[in-house]
């Protein structure tokens, strides 16, 4: 009887956590994830615009006649377009891709498009995932988006080397949207990997622009990278967030709004400390600039802000109760609040009247203050026990750290360890495979 009279006391509980979840839920949508970073500036955000009206530029049939401009136009001219690939010169390995100088800007740029609904190739490169079995650099990444990085690099290594040392003051910029997106930061880190291949390009001109990408590398290699890894997310955008596996996605498109709901209460019911530990958990890559634009219990869209950060925890670790998840990924949304949002951040400045020889100085103390940021953020990585995360200073992106020879010494023992430990997981796993039971038995040839 006691038990009986128990039951409503435990349903009202229950209901009870519900609602608190779905409430904490729904304030995501308000970007709590970034509510304590810094604002960007003009400066370190003017690209994000121009590259996606790039990406955009892409998907036009015929370029010198465009169709689907975006408002204000593409302002790229089609004369600079060095390079294009189509599916029938891909071979289906990654989607098309284009290789554009510019001029205006001394950037050499190479943009892959995002997923084809239609195209078959498209899924095969997106869902050979295996949860991150793929190991590279150190970390674990997205095994088919790190295939298609390497066609793209063997195909085009030849073509990028000559341009860089045809125009040794251009930037090289990879950037791509969505499927686009995760292909070339891991085509960044096979570049940085194989620098000798492109006439020995210094790390400090690579940069790479992941609009609204998949979770594609460790945590440890994406936050090592995030000095030439910027990762670009509109608001409530699904896919930076999804930790389920992406062929469980693609085929629950129907009932899409279903599975978010059950990855958030997974993700809910997993602990921070344990997602942290994982070192086969894939992450966005780099650092993230986060568009703001919608507020809780409001409807319409605000003036975006836009945040960013190098974070370690709190990296977009939650999926959102939100009906614009899925349109906030959409290229063309980005594209246009992006523009917006810096168009807003240049008439603060103009209304500021900064002058030249200021403006210099805030871009000088901006590149100080994110030097400070990466480091804080490697440092944290480490003092949180983030599974193979250490200085990465060897690279020569940044002054040695405290120390002197004693820590470059460490950390290249530290690189020696991980290549031979890479090597002989890599060994093992060719050897040997894990029954039902978790033992590890030969493969049968």
């Not at 891991?186 to 000798?196: H, I, M």
């Not at 974070?311 to 939100?322: C, E, K, N, T």
Request: with cysteine; proline share 4%.
């Amino acid at each position: 009887m006691s038990i009986v009279c128990g039951l409503p006391i435990l349903e009202g509980v229950y209901c009870l956590a519900c609602a608190r979840w779905v409430w904490q839920k729904c304030l995501y949508t308000a970007g709590h994830e970034s509510e304590n970073w810094g604002l960007a500036t003009a400066e370190e955000f003017e690209n994000v615009p121009r590259l996606c009206r790039l990406i955009l530029f892409g998907y036009e049939e015929d370029i010198c006649n465009p169709l689907w401009a975006p408002p204000g136009g593409y302002r790229i001219n089609p004369d600079w377009v060095f390079l294009r690939k189509d599916y029938e010169d891909t071979l289906g390995r990654v989607t098309p891709y284009m290789i554009y100088l510019d001029h205006d800007n001394a950037d050499i740029i190479l943009a892959v498009r995002g997923l084809n609904l239609a195209k078959e190739s498209d899924y095969a490169v997106l869902l050979d995932n295996k949860l991150g079995q793929t190991k590279f650099g150190g970390g674990y990444v997205h095994n088919g988006l790190l295939k298609a990085a390497e066609w793209v690099f063997d195909a085009e290594c030849e073509v990028l080397r000559e341009l860089v040392e045809r125009n040794p003051n251009y930037s090289l910029t990879f950037t791509g949207h969505s499927l686009g997106a995760g292909v070339v930061a891991l085509l960044t880190l096979v570049v940085v990997q194989n620098l000798g291949k492109l006439g020995n390009i210094e790390r400090k001109r690579i940069r790479c622009y992941a609009v609204a990408p998949a979770r594609c590398m460790s945590l440890n290699l994406a936050v090592r990278y995030a000095d030439i890894i910027s990762s670009v997310v509109l608001q409530d955008d699904f896919l930076p967030r999804t930790t389920t596996a992406l062929e469980d996605v693609f085929k629950s498109l129907i009932c899409l709004p279903c599975l978010l709901c059950l990855m958030c209460l997974k993700d809910t019911c997993t602990l921070e400390e344990k997602m942290l530990k994982d070192p086969r958990r894939l992450y966005a890559p780099g650092r993230l600039y986060h568009i703001v634009e919608r507020k809780p219990l409001r409807l319409g869209r605000f003036p975006p802000v836009v945040r960013t950060a190098v974070p370690v925890d709190g990296r977009f670790d939650h999926m959102v109760l939100s009906c614009n998840a899925t349109s906030d990924h959409a290229l063309i949304w980005v594209e246009r609040e992006s523009q917006r949002a810096l168009d807003l951040m240049r008439e603060k400045d103009k209304i500021m009247a900064i002058p030249t020889k200021q403006r210099m100085k805030r871009q000088e103390s901006l590149a100080r203050e994110h030097s400070q940021e990466y480091k804080a953020a490697l440092q944290r990585a480490i003092a949180l026990d983030i599974p193979e995360a250490f200085s990465p200073h060897t690279y020569g992106t940044f002054h040695e750290m405290e120390g002197g020879e004693n820590s470059s010494k460490s950390n290249e023992e530290i690189l020696s360890f991980n290549r031979r430990r890479e090597i002989w997981d890599g060994f093992v796993e060719r050897l040997f495979h894990e029954d039902d039971f978790g033992h590890m038995v030969f493969k049968k040839s």
